[in-house]
């Protein structure tokens, strides 16, 4: 059975993986631009879902790790931790510090975690108690949020019906949206959008290619662990970003495969927006779905207008993306090695190693010391 302290590390390290692989994606983000690949918004999106990818893999990453050290085919004193890293250098005389301070600075992470796990300050406490409460907060609202998405396609019309996708007109919404269940796909559109012809059709091709990318899949797998990383300002960010590319990378398939005016795109978004903005949408907005203008709000109630001016002048700028091809291999490759190499490095290292030893030694040797010059006073 795995104990408490084994789980609590791991979700210790997912936060600061997570926190890590974030940094290294803006640093490939920085050196896209340098290429001109900032236009490039299908690529990128490519990449920070890659990027995640490699962070649910770290863990099978990790156990291979450990299994090559047990059955002896990578040597003992070969080690990727940082932390036996550090000890190595602390050896050799690279670090100036005490062996006793170096020791309690090496050892700090295991002592905050025994005092969280034990609950026995009051800060610890509250920590725990204010987690909680987010999480079950969360989980509660999105069990909401699902039973309201039900009732809003249980509520609709049925318009047009393929195999595996379900058009469907609603009175409830004034944003379409795309959403799926366990074997159906949804495409939402609100009914007083029949009469605007060539919205219609601009929402429709928005919303099949959002399902065609599987977009819907990627944004209930955010959704499902937000309580989980809720606190961790690292996966808000990610989230954002991936939101924020997702809509980026579908506007501009949808202009290059159908051809649309971006004008009359930009236009149609425009007008869904300040429709939406017009009526209550608080009962509208419902997760997970993948809308065709974000839904998000900040402050007073009012939605978010910085990404969708984004969006609307990335159209009319007229820019074409650039062409990776290929190159995103050689981007991806790089990335992925980096994040699981972060995963193995940040995990415990083990208690007992040579280098480990050997301080442990210094350190008894330098209290033996003080002893010594206590007893000769």
């Known amino acids: 059975m795995i104990e408490l302290n084994t789980l609590f590390d791991a979700y210790i390290n997912a936060n600061i993986l997570l926190v890590l692989a974030l940094c290294l994606w803006f640093a490939v983000k920085y050196a896209m631009s340098r290429f001109r690949w900032n236009t490039a918004f299908e ?3 490519r990449l920070l879902n890659g990027a995640f990818l490699a962070i649910l893999a770290c863990p099978v990453a990790i156990g291979i790790y450990v299994i090559l050290h047990k059955i002896g085919i990578m040597p003992e004193r070969f080690s990727l931790n940082f932390a036996d890293a550090v000890v190595a250098q602390y050896l050799q005389g690279n670090l100036n510090m005490k062996p006793s301070e170096f020791e309690a600075a090496l050892g ?4 905050i975690s025994a005092e969280f ?3 026995n300050s009051t800060f610890s406490k509250i920590i725990a108690a204010l987690v909680a409460a987010g ?8 069990t909401q949020s699902l039973r ?5 396609i249980k509520t609709s019309y049925p318009w047009r019906s393929t195999r595996r996708v379900n058009i469907r007109l609603s009175d409830r919404i004034h944003v379409p949206f795309s959403t799926r269940g366990l074997t159906k796909r949804y495409i939402i559109i609100p ?10 059709k601009m929402a429709l091709a928005h919303e099949f290619d959002h399902l065609r990318q599987s977009d819907i899949e990627w944004e209930i797998g955010l959704e499902a662990i937000k309580p989980l990383f ?9 989230k954002r970003n991936v939101e924020h590319l997702r809509e980026l990378a579908c506007d501009q398939r949808v202009l290059n495969r159908k051809g649309y005016d971006p004008r009359a795109y930009g236009a149609c978004l425009l007008r869904v927006c300040d429709n939406a903005l017009k009526n209550d949408t608080s009962r509208s907005i419902a997760m997970p779905q993948v809308g065709l203008v974000s839904q998000e709000r900040k402050g007073l109630g009012l939605m978010r207008q910085d990404f969708l001016k984004h969006r609307v002048m990335s159209m009319l700028s007229a820019q074409t993306p650039a062409s990776s091809g290929q190159k995103i291999r050689w981007v991806m490759l790089p990335l992925a090695a980096l994040i699981v190499f972060a995963g193995i490095s940040i995990q415990k290292p083990g208690d007992w190693s040579h280098d480990r030893l050997m301080l442990s030694t210094i350190v ?6 003080t002893i010594n010059g206590l007893g000769v006073r």
């Open 43 to 45: 690529t990128q999106l």
């Open 108 to 111: 700090l992470r295991k002592t």
């Open 117 to 119: 796990l034990s609950l």
């Open 135 to 142: 999480a079950i907060t969360l989980t509660i609202r999105t």
């Open 148 to 152: 309201r998405l039900r009732k809003i």
């Open 191 to 200: 009914s007083a959008m029949l009469a605007q012809n060539a919205d219609f």
């Open 230 to 238: 809720f606190w961790n300002p690292a996966f808000q960010i990610w």
């Open 364 to 369: 008894n040797l330098e209290r033996m010391d």
